[in-house]
């Protein structure tokens, strides 16, 4: 996987979707069309019941793009950092005091220790390889607070790999982005792997979630929350 090649893919496409809407600036879209406010709202509720942000939490998103989960948590009373590759994504939320936006490359963090109630990447783990997966997992620990939560949505599965490349033509482009390093996904992960990662890391509550067959990328895309031990 080359990783050159999702930098300046969000450089430029972030730059590019300015005229667009904030859906398609993020590629939240279904078969190239932005998805309806009604679905959106049921994605934002699914999440809601698993990864539950409170009143003063601080939380880390990761990959934010524009902020379309950002803008969410803020809604319910939290601060939160939003980190993307794309500053052109991240201008989206200028002027809202709550939101820190940091224009970086996730692999480059550095926070202290005990920085955050919750952190969150969503539709962004499949642009790190495997070994960048457990360093993230691992300084994500030590970002956390005791007790504090990290949600992974929307992780390529692997399992699906061919539900999702079902086609000749799709098989074909398949095997031609690997001949040139280029996925069109990215990396595709095993829920098992994330379930002995984050317990090989120290996380105590951990939990692969099937996606409600109403979202989008079900079809080939699951959820994972890990919790970290209270003091």
């Not at 990783?3 to 904030?22: L, P, Q």
């Not at 956390?144 to 790999?161: C, Y």
């Not at 086609?167 to 792997?193: C, H, M, P």
């Not at 951990?206 to 994972?224: A, H």
Request: include cysteine; charge should be neutral.
């Amino acid at each position: 996987m080359n990783d050159k090649y999702w930098i300046e893919f969000w450089k430029t496409y972030g730059a590019s979707a300015n005229d667009k809407d904030e859906h398609t600036q993020v590629l939240r879209t279904l078969n190239k069309k932005p998805i309806s406010k009604d679905l959106w709202e049921f994605t934002l509720q699914k999440l809601d019941d698993v990864f539950f942000v409170k009143k003063n939490d601080r939380v880390l998103d990761l990959c934010s793009g524009n902020g379309l989960f950002s803008k969410h948590f803020v809604a319910k009373g939290a601060s939160v950092v939003a980190v993307d590759i794309s500053q052109d994504l991240l201008v989206k939320l200028d002027g809202i005091e709550e939101i820190q936006t940091i224009n970086s490359d996730i692999r480059d963090l550095d926070f202290e220790n005990n920085s955050f109630d919750k952190i969150i990447i969503y539709a962004g783990i499949q642009y790190l390889r495997n070994k960048e997966t457990v360093q993230l997992l691992q300084v994500a620990y030590k970002w956390l607070k005791p007790g504090g939560v990290f949600f992974i949505g929307d992780i390529p599965d692997i399992s699906k790999l061919w539900e999702f490349y079902n086609t000749k033509e799709r098989q074909k482009i398949y095997f031609e982005n690997l001949l040139s390093d280029a996925s069109i996904v990215g990396n595709w992960y095993d829920s098992k792997w994330f379930e002995k990662l984050t317990r090989f890391i120290g996380f105590k509550e951990c939990k692969t979630i099937v996606q409600d067959s109403k979202l989008i990328y079900s079809n080939f895309r699951f959820d994972f929350l890990c919790k970290k031990e209270n003091d």
